[in-house]
């Protein structure tokens, strides 16, 4: 995409440049660039039970999904801890010029990407200066798309806009800085359901939706262990999400902790964020491999045992050892961990080992 391009875009969509935005269509009416008003319908067998077995991946592999395709995602947490850094990594994968983030793959888009850099658009730019060189300029012309400022109108308010913003840039991919700027009084269920109408009008259009956002105040530097409740505004934000990332931390630290709080698959994490403040990129510190946790352990171990490394404390939560637990089960599914003793015993504890050479998952 030319500068031309890109300043045409504003044109059509920014008041500023002399046109008036377009209104969200009246109920029955057609949607933007859609012929047919009734062209969702699909067939209830095609809808049931032509879905993927395994969740289609814009970020992840296999059951290890932090972004799935058709799903919001939501990276939360308290400034300075690399949301923006997290995010310019993902844009970089989806426009090609990166593979992984924190060791899990990332699907490059086919369309552009467009970045609402409504929060402190500065300071955003130099973030992701960090990443990209000058040799990344013809692909960023090309492809990357950035509206800097606030947008012209409420999005909760108006829901059809962040569709129509995305087809106005040909954008496959929006990433969304910050979700506060986007919709005002997000604590409030009418404006929390507005942006879930307006994220969810985008992902109809074909759109992987990429959100920032902040915790509540209470707690807002990461101390105790976050919760969906750490989320700040209406429960409508979360639960039109397909996925929730809370990084917690104080600002600048090097170190974050990425807990997975929604997930459209299996749990992915929770570990360590070493975050290289030179250079943009981020990986995992100190993490701990469940699978190979317990193939190094003689003996094996309890679901309980494992529960407590994998979170770091000797007082894990029936839920925490239930998630660890599952994956084990899914691992000796697959044949690469082995089960001993009676999962149905109230008395002896099931433990998880390395296959036997004569036995194997059983």
Same mark, same amino acid.
């Given at each position: 995409?030319?500068? $031309?391009?890109?300043?045409?875009?504003?044109?059509?969509?920014?008041?500023?440049?002399?046109? +008036?935005?377009?209104?969200?269509?009246?109920?029955?009416?057609?949607?933007?660039?859609?012929?047919? %008003?009734?062209?969702?319908?699909?067939?209830?067998?095609?809808? #049931?039970?032509?879905?993927?077995?395994?969740?289609?991946?814009?970020?992840?592999?296999?059951?290890?999904?932090?972004?799935? +395709?058709? !799903?919001?995602? #939501?990276?939360?947490?308290? $400034?300075?801890?690399?949301?923006?850094?997290?995010?310019?990594?993902?844009?970089?994968?989806?426009?090609?010029?990166?593979?992984?983030?924190?060791?899990?793959?990332?699907?490059?888009?086919?369309?552009?990407?467009?970045?609402?850099?409504?929060?402190? %658009?500065?300071?955003?730019?130099?973030?992701?200066?960090?990443?990209?060189?000058?040799?990344?300029?013809?692909?960023?012309? @090309?492809?990357?798309?950035?509206?800097?400022?606030?947008?012209?109108?409420?999005?909760?308010?108006?829901?059809?806009?962040?569709?129509?913003?995305?087809?106005?840039?040909?954008?496959?991919?929006?990433?969304?800085?910050?979700?506060?700027?986007?919709?005002?009084?997000?604590?409030?269920?009418?404006?929390?359901?507005?942006? $879930?109408?307006?994220?969810?009008?985008? #992902?109809?259009?074909?759109?992987?939706?990429?959100?920032?956002?902040?915790?509540?105040?209470?707690?807002?530097?990461?101390?105790?262990? %976050?919760?969906?409740?750490?989320?700040?505004?209406?429960?409508?934000?979360?639960?039109?999400?397909?996925?929730?990332?809370?990084?917690?931390?104080?600002?600048?630290?090097?170190?974050?902790?990425?807990?997975?709080?929604?997930?459209?698959?299996?749990?992915?994490?929770?570990?360590?964020?070493?975050?290289?403040?030179?250079?943009?990129?981020?990986?995992?510190?100190?993490?701990?491999?469940?699978?190979?946790?317990?193939?190094?352990?003689?003996?094996?171990?309890?679901?309980?045992?494992?529960?407590?490394?994998?979170?770091?404390?000797?007082?894990?939560?029936?839920?925490?050892?239930?998630?660890?637990?599952?994956?084990? !089960?899914?691992?000796?599914?697959?044949?690469?961990?082995?089960?001993?003793?009676?999962? $149905?015993?109230?008395?002896?504890?099931? @433990?998880?080992?390395?296959?036997?050479?004569?036995?194997?998952?059983?």
């Amino acid at each position: 995409m030319t500068t $031309n391009a890109s300043e045409a875009i504003l044109r059509d969509l920014y008041p500023a440049y002399g046109v +008036e935005v377009p209104e969200e269509p009246a109920p029955g009416e057609p949607q933007p660039d859609q012929d047919d %008003p009734f062209a969702q319908f699909i067939t209830g067998g095609s809808f #049931i039970l032509d879905v993927p077995e395994k969740t289609p991946a814009v970020w992840g592999r296999d059951g290890d999904v932090l972004w799935a +395709e058709g !799903e919001a995602l #939501i990276v939360c947490g308290p $400034n300075g801890v690399g949301k923006t850094t997290i995010a310019g990594q993902l844009l970089a994968g989806r426009l090609g010029l990166m593979t992984t983030v924190l060791g899990l793959p990332v699907q490059a888009g086919t369309g552009r990407v467009l970045y609402l850099a409504m929060d402190r %658009p500065q300071q955003a730019a130099r973030a992701l200066r960090r990443l990209f060189t000058p040799e990344s300029r013809p692909v960023l012309d @090309e492809r990357l798309v950035v509206w800097k400022g606030p947008p012209p109108k409420d999005l909760a308010q108006n829901p059809a806009l962040l569709a129509q913003m995305c087809a106005h840039a040909g954008a496959d991919t929006v990433v969304v800085d910050s979700l506060k700027d986007a919709a005002l009084k997000l604590s409030e269920d009418e404006a929390g359901a507005g942006w $879930n109408r307006a994220r969810q009008a985008a #992902i109809t259009q074909g759109v992987q939706v990429l959100e920032l956002h902040h915790p509540r105040k209470s707690g807002s530097d990461g101390a105790g262990t %976050p919760t969906l409740d750490s989320v700040y505004g209406s429960a409508w934000i979360t639960a039109g999400a397909g996925s929730v990332v809370f990084l917690s931390g104080s600002a600048g630290d090097p170190v974050v902790k990425l807990t997975h709080l929604k997930q459209p698959s299996e749990e992915v994490g929770p570990f360590q964020i070493l975050h290289d403040h030179d250079t943009g990129t981020s990986a995992l510190y100190d993490s701990t491999d469940l699978l190979a946790l317990v193939l190094a352990t003689p003996g094996g171990m309890t679901a309980k045992q494992a529960a407590s490394d994998v979170y770091d404390t000797e007082n894990t939560k029936p839920a925490e050892v239930q998630k660890v637990r599952r994956r084990l !089960e899914k691992y000796v599914k697959d044949g690469l961990l082995e089960r001993v003793g009676d999962p $149905n015993s109230k008395t002896a504890p099931v @433990e998880y080992r390395a296959p036997s050479v004569a036995g194997g998952a059983r």
